[in-house]
């Protein structure tokens, strides 16, 4: 079984963030907030509810660990060519299946790029999905220069 790249955790950490700190007791915790694309999450981009509890870091980085898994196992059931290609590749396109989710990947032209093994093209497409709630986020385009490089 192939595990999750330590640069997806690395990617999904630096641009994620562990966000909203309050300090519980000699614990710091995370409380759910929206991020800039409009969506309720705690820890490091875990989709959650309003009312979810505060969280402690190691609770946000076992959540990260679930989440990073299942993207994983998607953007391999997508993109299987990326088993034999270089680990950084695997680490840029699970880190943008974790962000944006299976589903965009599944119908993206990114996949196709990827599928075909274009990676100059891969990586044209992948700068492309840098809009959240409507418009450009700065974070997103940062976050997809950073994958990108991986492409190379």
């Not at 870091?57 to 959540?63: F, G």
């Not at 997508?78 to 695997?90: H, I, K, Q």
């Not at 299946?97 to 032209?109: D, E, H």
Request: aromatic content about 10%.
């Amino acid at each position: 079984m192939i595990e999750v790249p330590q640069a997806a955790i690395e990617l999904a950490k630096r641009f994620e963030g562990f966000e909203r700190k309050v300090k519980r007791g000699i614990e710091i915790t995370a409380i759910p907030y929206i991020c800039p694309a409009g969506f309720w999450t705690i820890g490091y981009g875990h989709l959650c509810d309003s009312k979810h509890q505060p969280i402690t870091e190691t609770e946000a980085e076992v959540y990260l660990a679930r989440d990073l898994q299942t993207a994983l196992a998607a953007t391999l059931r997508y993109c299987p060519v990326l088993v034999t290609e270089p680990e950084g590749r695997l680490a840029a396109i699970v880190d943008f299946t974790f962000n944006l989710g299976a589903g965009r990947l599944q119908t993206s032209t990114l996949r196709r790029r990827v599928n075909q093994l274009d990676w100059v093209a891969a990586s044209q497409a992948l700068r492309r999905w840098v809009y959240g709630g409507g418009r450009m986020l700065p974070g997103l385009v940062a976050r997809r220069a950073a994958e990108a490089a991986f492409l190379s």
